[in-house]
């Protein structure tokens, strides 16, 4: 069974472009959340889907916004890009809302 | 909103002495605590994972405790290999009567074990 996939796996934008980044849930699972991880921070939760809904919402302003398509696939996006939106992206699918997460290899995004 | 607290930040140990890194948590509604282990330039990966009904889990060399009285849970690994060296992350996850938080996670604690 193939893991949690997400690409691109590197991103470079400039300041004030805007970046869609996208994960593929393992096959069968129905939830995707997203974290946002960084040195100084860890892993910081950003949001979570399941069935096309959005679930649970993490502390990011309103530049931070996702979508779950009926196949489970999941994106998110970023507008007007900051230099401090540089980080790495991670996925997690799990199997229902709630269930043991799996992570993607991530999205390292670069902004300069 | 449910914070974990975990220590230490960094942990360096001689191969085959054990290893405990402790998490606190602050909601006591949650009633998941997974572990991950993330190698440098990898994915976070599941490695033991506990719920509030069971007080400690075993899996090989690794295992997890949990203490709901005083909110905090453990992980312990025995005879420690260069292997496992990699930086280990806990969460906790509320349920609010069927309705299921996110996952919160601690800050991580980087393991170094010395050959």
């Known amino acids: 069974k193939a893991g949690v996939t997400q690409t691109p796996r590197y991103l470079i934008k400039t300041r004030g472009q805007q970046v869609t980044l996208s994960c593929s849930p393992i096959?069968?699972?129905?939830?995707v959340s997203w974290y946002q991880q960084t040195p100084g921070q860890g892993l910081q939760f950003l949001f979570e889907?399941?069935?096309?809904?959005?679930?649970n919402k993490g502390n990011f302003p309103g530049r931070f916004s996702g979508r779950q398509f009926s196949n489970s696939r999941s994106e998110m996006n970023v507008s007007t890009l900051e230099l401090g939106d540089s980080a790495l992206y991670l996925c997690?699918?799990?199997?229902?809302?709630?269930?043991?997460?799996?992570f993607g290899q991530g999205t390292r995004l670069t902004v300069v | 909103g449910e914070n974990v607290e975990q220590h230490p930040s960094t942990l360096s140990v001689q191969e085959g002495d054990s290893a405990v890194i402790k998490c606190t948590y602050s909601?006591?509604?949650?009633?998941?605590f997974p572990w991950y282990k993330q190698e440098l330039g990898k994915r976070p990966q599941l490695i033991i994972d506990?719920?509030?009904?069971?007080g400690e889990k075993k899996d090989q060399r690794i295992a997890v405790t949990l203490n709901k009285t005083a909110k905090h849970f453990s992980l312990h690994i025995t005879e420690t290999q260069p292997e496992d060296s990699a930086v280990y992350f806990c969460?906790?996850?509320?349920?609010?009567?069927?309705?299921?938080?996110?996952?919160?996670f601690g800050k991580g604690t980087k393991l170094s074990v010395k050959p």
């Open positions: 997690a699918s799990s199997l229902e809302w709630g269930g043991e997460a799996f």
């Open positions: 096959s069968g699972h129905r939830s």
């Open positions: 889907y399941f069935s096309e809904t959005q679930r």
């Open positions: 909601d006591s509604a949650s009633n998941y």
């Open positions: 506990i719920r509030s009904n069971v």
């Open positions: 969460a906790a996850r509320s349920n609010y009567g069927g309705s299921q938080g996110n996952l919160i």
